[in-house]
């Protein structure tokens, strides 16, 4: 079992930043694929971002390369998802995901953490 909590959402202007954190405990964090989902109201949860066990393989969906950045630190148990240029399309609430593979979702899910773009 891997437990998963999110942290950081919140209400930003467009053009804003925010960092999501998730932090993980359970079984052993280096060993699996970790990625972040959104689902905006209304529609099917989406892949957003993903990164191997190691941290040097990234991958994002094409609507937020370039505006966001995925990372993780295996001593802290934690993988980052640091989003710049928010716009009002961001909005969702957005969730840390653990899995076997990259870009497809695992079986543990934390909560979800709202995030929400709008001036």
């Known amino acids: 079992q891997v437990q998963l909590v999110e942290s950081g959402g919140g209400l930003v202007q467009p053009g804003g930043s925010l960092r999501l954190s998730c932090a993980a405990s359970?079984?052993?964090?280096?060993?699996?694929?970790m990625g972040w989902f959104r689902q905006a109201p209304g529609k099917e949860r989406e892949f957003v971002a993903g990164?191997?066990?190691?941290?040097?393989?990234?991958y994002y969906q094409d609507s937020v390369k370039g505006r966001f950045t995925i990372s993780r630190d295996n001593a802290k148990n934690t993988v980052y998802l640091q989003m710049n240029s928010l716009k009002p399309g961001d909005t969702a609430v957005y969730y840390c995901?653990?899995?076997?593979?990259?870009?497809?979702?695992?079986?543990?899910w934390g909560q979800g953490t709202q995030v929400t773009v709008s001036s």
């Open positions: 990164i191997n066990r190691s941290g040097a393989i990234t």
């Open positions: 995901n653990a899995g076997v593979k990259a870009m497809t979702p695992g079986a543990y």
């Open positions: 359970g079984h052993t964090f280096s060993n699996y694929f």
